[in-house]
């Protein structure tokens, strides 16, 4: 798939999507592609290794959520082929059933008003001036140096444990056959789900309280943006996530 003509495209500018699994990433992430029209979009999901290789936790569980169960190396790898060439990575296929994307975006869209979804467009298009915007979304994007560093913009979906249970639990489509919908259970999310989470986020929050303050230095030094507030409505934090890709797109084009 072509997304531009190498010779005469410029890099696109990349907004990076990260944060607890069941935080709203993909959420955001379909609002975003409404008003964007992105060059790219790639996630990390469709990077997941496959279901036998999944490490497995010491208590037998398979863990779909830990750093390890993607594929990093061919992730970055195809951010950096799309973003050189204009091309998705050769072979690459996303595993993603195209009709439950189309209900994803159509129940984001639902949440937000068309008169803001608009503002918000217009907005972005005056900020951009013309120059491609990309996006990468994924769990645990910014414990990989590399990725920080690909990323214009890095947002991270910071969320309470109760609010991203309540998602995990009641997302329509979730399941998977072959997996027998393990990774919908509660045992699932306590010890893989929120686990991995702590674990590898907790640096960025100040004594390494993920439901606690984000380390605004360390943040601000790494250029992450937090949402404001642990939970803010789909409509507050697209909102939030707009204007923060247009202050950036402002500072680079200035």
């Known amino acids: 798939m072509s997304l531009a003509t190498p010779s005469a495209r410029a890099p696109p500018f990349i907004v990076a999507l990260s944060g607890c699994a069941s935080a709203g990433k993909s959420t955001t992430m379909r609002l975003l592609q409404t008003v964007l029209a992105p060059a790219f979009t ?49 072979g690459f296929a996303s595993w993603q059933d195209p009709e439950q994307v189309a209900l994803e975006r159509a129940i984001a869209v639902g949440r937000v008003s068309d008169r803001k979804r608009q503002a918000a467009k217009a907005a972005l298009d005056a900020a951009r001036r013309g120059r491609e915007v990309a996006i990468i979304e994924g769990w645990l994007l910014y414990q990989d140096e590399e990725i920080r560093r690909m990323a214009d913009v890095k947002l991270f979906l910071r969320t309470s444990k109760a609010a991203a249970k309540y998602r995990r639990m009641t997302r329509p489509g ?71 890709i247009c202050e950036a797109l402002g500072a680079r084009a200035g």
């Open 174 to 244: 979730y399941g998977d056959p072959e997996t027998k919908d393990f990774w919908r259970t509660e045992e699932y999310f306590e010890e893989c789900v929120w686990e991995n989470y702590v674990e590898n986020s907790k640096g960025w929050f100040v004594g390494g309280d993920v439901e606690g303050e984000p380390d605004e230095e360390l943040c601000k030094r790494e250029g992450l943006a937090m949402r404001p507030s642990l939970d803010m409505s789909v409509e507050e934090t697209f909102e939030w996530a707009v204007e923060v």
């Open 42 to 90: 790639l996630q990390q999901d469709d990077f997941n290794k496959d279901f036998a290789a999944l490490p497995v936790r010491p208590n037998g569980l398979l863990d779909a959520d830990a750093v390890d169960s993607t594929d990093i190396p061919r992730f970055k790898s195809a951010v950096l082929h799309a973003t050189r060439t204009g091309e998705m990575l050769p």
